[in-house]
């Protein structure tokens, strides 16, 4: 299967650059994956397209404002460092620019000297090991130092950090944020509740390689990247009586996806557990568990687009995204929902 299988084209001025003041106001394209057929509808409609009784799978990871911008100890060269995850207790692997200031024993501050950073090792890809000095949490310093991490193809600097995270936030380590929940509010979560829709948690850590583009021309050579998960009990108890009662689970973004689909595949019964997931998932693959997607528009030829592909069909898929251009959708992180129903598998 060929990478160019999953392109479409995408006009630049369709890709959102900020987030709508009202959440749920934006639009939602459903798409049925059974016969490719697609609605028209706004965000706060999807309590009517969830039924009592199904489960709906939010990931809880809150990301991290992990871009710094400081100066090198000494010569006072203008440094940044992209956080990407930490390692042991205030080491971290991190990205550089520009790299050839950074070589093992440099040291770097940020602020007013609120935070302080020494290069331990140069790992993989060229990034560093780097250990932090500080008084206090790390996690309070970095909120007050740190800016929220944007993907590149938003240019328009984000005025406040909290619309890069879900409302439901808990669990701090991401360097991107699981867009797909970037809809729900409060209100419309209690409104789902009332209901009768069962909410349940797992954490994934997105990190950087979600975006991370696909350059083998052949799918199946693409190197996934690995992220960190946790699949609470709770959760996957919700899963395994949902399934059992005959009823839908439904999962919220890619990355809740790929904590349900890795534990589906080694298990019939859903377990807690935790771990690393490099699973890709592309047509021709079979899902385990989930039984329908809320999700946002992908990259053209991205490992998320291509998991969309393979729960609702690449013909399917690509019609409905062509459909969102000619209907002026907002594509990406910032952007519209669309919603891929089914019924449960049997």
């Given at each position: 299967?060929?990478?160019?299988?999953?392109?479409?084209?995408?006009?630049?001025?369709?890709?959102?650059?900020?987030?709508?003041?009202?959440?749920?106001?934006?639009?939602?394209?459903?798409?049925?994956?059974?016969?490719?057929?697609?609605?028209?509808?706004?965000?706060?409609?999807?309590?009517?397209?969830?039924?009592?009784?199904?489960?709906?799978?939010?990931?809880?990871?809150?990301?991290?404002?992990?871009?710094?911008?400081?100066?090198?100890?000494?010569?006072?060269?203008?440094?940044e460092?992209?956080?990407?995850?930490?390692?042991?207790?205030?080491?971290?692997?991190?990205?550089?620019?520009?790299?050839r200031?950074?070589?093992p024993?440099?040291e770097?501050?940020?602020?007013?000297?609120?935070?302080?950073?020494?290069?331990?090792?140069?790992v993989?890809?060229?990034?560093?090991?780097?250990?932090?000095?500080?008084?206090?949490?790390?996690?309070?310093?970095?909120?007050?130092?740190?800016?929220?991490?944007?993907?590149?193809?938003?240019?328009?600097?984000?005025?406040?950090?909290?619309?890069?995270?879900?409302?439901?936030?808990?669990?701090?380590?991401?360097?991107?944020?699981?867009?797909?929940?970037?809809h729900?509010?409060?209100?419309l979560?209690?409104?789902?509740?009332?209901?009768?829709?069962?909410?349940?948690?797992?954490?994934?850590?997105?990190?950087?390689?979600?975006?991370?583009?696909?350059?083998?021309?052949?799918i199946?050579?693409?190197?996934?990247?690995?992220?960190?998960?946790?699949?609470?009990?709770?959760?996957?108890?919700?899963?395994?009586?949902?399934?059992?009662?005959?009823?839908?689970?439904?999962?919220?973004?890619?990355?809740?996806?790929?904590?349900?689909?890795?534990?589906?595949?080694?298990?019939?019964?859903?377990?807690?557990?935790?771990?690393?997931?490099?699973?890709?998932?592309?047509?021709?693959?079979?899902?385990?568990?989930?039984?329908?997607?809320?999700?946002?528009?992908?990259?053209?030829e991205?490992?998320?687009?291509?998991?969309?592909?393979?729960?609702?069909?690449?013909?399917?898929?690509?019609?409905?995204?062509?459909?969102?251009?000619?209907?002026?959708?907002?594509?990406?992180?910032?952007?519209?929902?669309?919603?891929?129903?089914?019924?449960?598998?049997?």
């Amino acid at each position: 299967m060929k990478r160019t299988d999953f392109y479409y084209d995408l006009p630049d001025e369709l890709i959102a650059q900020e987030p709508l003041k009202d959440r749920s106001s934006s639009r939602l394209m459903i798409l049925d994956k059974e016969t490719g057929k697609t609605e028209h509808k706004h965000f706060y409609d999807i309590v009517d397209e969830l039924n009592e009784g199904d489960a709906l799978i939010l990931n809880d990871t809150k990301v991290l404002p992990a871009r710094l911008y400081g100066h090198k100890k000494g010569s006072g060269g203008a440094i940044e460092f992209l956080l990407l995850h930490k390692n042991t207790l205030d080491v971290w692997e991190v990205i550089l620019k520009p790299g050839r200031k950074a070589k093992p024993g440099a040291e770097f501050v940020f602020g007013n000297g609120e935070l302080e950073a020494e290069i331990l090792e140069i790992v993989n890809d060229g990034n560093r090991l780097v250990k932090f000095k500080y008084d206090g949490v790390f996690e309070e310093v970095l909120d007050k130092l740190g800016e929220m991490p944007l993907p590149h193809y938003i240019t328009k600097k984000l005025e406040d950090k909290d619309r890069y995270q879900t409302v439901y936030a808990k669990n701090s380590g991401s360097a991107a944020a699981p867009t797909a929940g970037l809809h729900f509010t409060p209100e419309l979560l209690e409104k789902i509740k009332a209901k009768g829709v069962n909410i349940g948690y797992v954490t994934l850590h997105v990190g950087l390689g979600t975006f991370r583009p696909v350059k083998a021309d052949d799918i199946l050579d693409h190197k996934m990247h690995s992220e960190f998960y946790i699949l609470p009990e709770e959760t996957a108890e919700l899963v395994n009586e949902t399934k059992k009662n005959g009823k839908r689970v439904v999962s919220v973004g890619t990355t809740a996806t790929r904590v349900l689909e890795t534990a589906g595949a080694k298990n019939q019964t859903l377990k807690a557990e935790t771990g690393w997931t490099d699973i890709f998932i592309y047509p021709g693959k079979e899902f385990h568990v989930i039984d329908a997607l809320i999700t946002n528009f992908h990259l053209p030829e991205s490992t998320l687009i291509m998991l969309v592909s393979a729960l609702a069909g690449r013909e399917n898929v690509l019609k409905a995204y062509e459909e969102a251009v000619r209907e002026k959708y907002r594509f990406f992180s910032f952007g519209d929902a669309m919603f891929i129903k089914g019924n449960p598998e049997m």
